[in-house]
């Protein structure tokens, strides 16, 4: 328990700018109109193709015998590259929705 507090004194100002950033982006998001949610969500899980590139480098640095954070780096590329198939592939259902039909 002491090792708690002590974390969360040492640490008190990240703490704060986690808890107003979330408070922030509940604030945005929620203001944000439904015709732009579909857009800003398939662009944002674009961008998460941070995450492959992330968890591609965790695999590389890991060691052999560290199954752990094999499994779990292998499972954050399949996640990741799905997220950014899946932003994609919403992002081209949303432009389909624009085209004019023949």
Request: proline fraction near 2%; hydrophobic fraction near 55%.
């Amino acid at each position: 328990m002491q090792q708690l507090l002590s974390f969360f004194s040492n640490h008190q100002q990240m703490i704060y700018i986690v808890i107003l950033s979330i408070f922030l982006g509940i604030e945005v998001i929620g203001r944000v109109p439904s015709v732009l949610h579909t857009p800003l969500m398939s662009g944002a899980n674009a961008i998460h193709g941070v995450v492959v590139i992330g968890a591609i480098i965790v695999m590389g640095k890991a060691e052999q015998n560290n199954y752990l954070a094999l499994m779990i780096g292998f499972v954050a590329v399949i996640l990741g590259t799905l997220n950014v198939v899946g932003g994609f592939v919403v992002t081209d259902r949303m432009l389909e929705m624009f085209k004019r039909k023949k």
